[in-house]
């Protein structure tokens, strides 16, 4: 077996506003998972003590490679298109 991989120094969120847009009426991530066959989580699941209404968000950890980024990003530009 080769070197064992570093532990992570921290997390890597990006918040995705589907407003306006053909899946931010609601639960853009379930959207998302049926199109274009990648698993965000629910913006609206992350609302709790906060005055903003997440639920035309996704939350996107992309604590991966450059690659598999790349292939999610692509999955869902073209879901959107």
Request: charged share 15%; aromatic share 8%; net charge positive.
């Amino acid at each position: 077996m080769g070197r064992p991989l570093p532990l992570p120094q921290g997390t890597y969120l990006s918040w995705l506003d589907f407003t306006g847009s053909p899946i931010g009426a609601a639960a853009p991530a379930g959207s998302l998972e049926r199109l274009a066959r990648v698993k965000l989580s629910d913006g609206a699941e992350f609302s709790q003590h906060t005055p903003i209404d997440t639920a035309a968000f996704a939350r996107l950890n992309f604590a991966t490679s450059t690659s598999n980024l790349q292939r999610i990003l692509d999955r869902v530009s073209a879901a959107l298109a």
